[in-house]
C-alpha cells in the first residue's frame, strides 16, 4: 500500500496539492488566472472579440471556446511547439476545456460575442487539464463581468461554477489530484468536470494497467468531488461570484 507520507506535500490520500487561483495576471486580457496546483502552473487568459463563428451568425447567441498549450520549457525536457494542424493531444483538452465552460454560460445573455480562454502550461507536474478548466473559469468570471460593469450587457452571463480535478489508483491505493510521478505510475488515471450543486460535466477514467470495477469507480469520484467541492469554494473566494449573481 502507499503510505500516505510518500505523497507530495506529506498530505493523505484524499487531499489536493496546496492550490492557488490568482486574478488579474495579465493587462491587456479581460480575465486573466493563474492557477496552480502544486508545481502545476497555467496562465488562463480570457479575451472578448465581436462576432461568433460562421455557423452560429444571427442566433442572437454568443460562443465560448478554448486553446491550449504546453510552453516548450514546461516539462523536464523541451517539448517541441505544437503546429496547427498537428495538435493531438492539445486539441482534445483544448474542446475539453471549451465545452466544460459553455454548460454555465447563457449564450444568448452573452450575446453575439465570442470569449476564448487561452491556457498556456508553463510548468507541467500532473494535472494540468484540471488545472487549465479551475483556472479558466476565474478567467471567464473577470472577463464576462467586465461586459457587465461596462454596460456592454444587461446581465451576468454565467449560471454557475465549473472546476476540475484528477485522481487515480497507485499501487492499490486511491488518490485525489495527482502529481507527475503518481500519474505516471498510476493502475487508473481518471479526470472529473463538475458544477458547484455536485453534478458532473465529464468524466475521463481509463485503467492504465489495470481494469478496474465499479466499487473503485465509486470510491474514485467520491474523492474527486471531495475535491471539487473544495475547488469551487477557492473560486467563490477570490471572485465572490456567489454575492452578485
Known sequence: MLQE???????????????????????????????????????????????????????????????????????????????????????????LIGRSLRTVVDMHALGELTVTLDCDVIQADGGTRTASITGAW??????????????????????????????????????????????????????LVGTADGRIIEVQGTGEQTPFDRNQLNELLDLGQKGIGELIELQRKVTNFADHR
Open 138 to 191: 476565474v478567467a471567464l468570471h473577470d472577463a464576462l463581468r467586465s461586459l457587465v460593469v461596462a454596460d456592454k450587457i444587461a446581465r451576468m452571463p454565467l449560471t454557475g461554477q465549473v472546476a476540475a480535478i484528477s485522481m487515480g489508483i497507485v499501487r492499490n491505493t486511491a488518490l485525489l489530484d495527482l502529481d507527475y510521478g503518481e500519474d505516471s505510475n498510476a493502475q487508473v488515471d481518471m479526470n
Open 5 to 95: 507520507e510518500a505523497r507530495s506535500y506529506g498530505r493523505a490520500n484524499n487531499q489536493t496539492r496546496p492550490i492557488t487561483l490568482t486574478r488579474g495576471v495579465l493587462k491587456h486580457a479581460a480575465g486573466s488566472c493563474m492557477a496552480e496546483f502544486g508545481d502545476t502552473r497555467v496562465l488562463c487568459a480570457a479575451t472578448i472579440e465581436e462576432g461568433v463563428p460562421r455557423w452560429r451568425k444571427g442566433s442572437r447567441a454568443g460562443w465560448v471556446t478554448a486553446e491550449y498549450a504546453m510552453l516548450p520549457a514546461s516539462t523536464n525536457r523541451r517539448s517541441p511547439r505544437e503546429q496547427r494542424g498537428r495538435k493531438g493531444r492539445s486539441m482534445e483538452i483544448e474542446r
